[in-house]
């Protein structure tokens, strides 16, 4: 069982900026791949962003792409989502998740998840 922490959420203004991380507990970090999902009220968790386990590929939806980087730091057990010119849609709780295997958009290919950081952008 892999324990993951997601933190750096909070309040920004639209045009903004924020940087999340999710630190695993187990050394075994790098063997995954990962994720970050949202779920903003009333809707279903959406695919934002993957990482293979080496960071060398990439994934991202249309609507982030070219303003949210995601990264990973096997050394340090620890992934990152970094977002900027955000916008009110990206108002959400962020996930981040490990999964055995390739990268993959869906959800439920995810094995691990953690507790969810919640992000809120004001026009």
């Given at each position: 069982?892999?324990?993951?922490?997601e933190s750096g959420g909070?309040?920004?203004?639209?045009?903004?900026?924020?940087?999340?991380?999710?630190?695993?507990?187990?050394?075994?970090?790098?063997?995954?791949?990962?994720?970050?999902?949202?779920?903003?009220?009333?809707?279903?968790?959406?695919?934002?962003?993957?990482?293979?386990?080496?960071?060398?590929?990439?994934?991202?939806?249309?609507?982030?792409?070219?303003?949210?980087?995601?990264?990973?730091?096997?050394?340090?057990?620890?992934?990152?989502?970094?977002?900027?010119?955000?916008?009110a849609e990206?108002?959400?709780?962020?996930?981040?998740?490990?999964?055995?295997?390739?990268?993959?958009?869906?959800?439920?290919?995810?094995?691990?998840?953690?507790?969810?950081?919640?992000?809120?952008?004001?026009?």
């Amino acid at each position: 069982q892999v324990g993951l922490v997601e933190s750096g959420g909070g309040l920004v203004q639209a045009g903004g900026s924020l940087r999340l991380s999710c630190a695993a507990s187990e050394d075994t970090f790098w063997r995954f791949s990962m994720g970050w999902f949202r779920q903003a009220p009333g809707k279903e968790r959406e695919f934002v962003a993957a990482i293979s386990w080496s960071g060398g590929i990439t994934d991202y939806v249309d609507s982030v792409k070219g303003r949210f980087t995601i990264s990973r730091d096997n050394a340090k057990n620890t992934g990152y989502l970094q977002m900027k010119n955000m916008n009110a849609e990206d108002t959400a709780v962020y996930y981040c998740a490990l999964r055995r295997g390739p990268y993959a958009r869906e959800a439920k290919a995810y094995d691990y998840w953690g507790q969810g950081t919640q992000v809120t952008v004001s026009s």
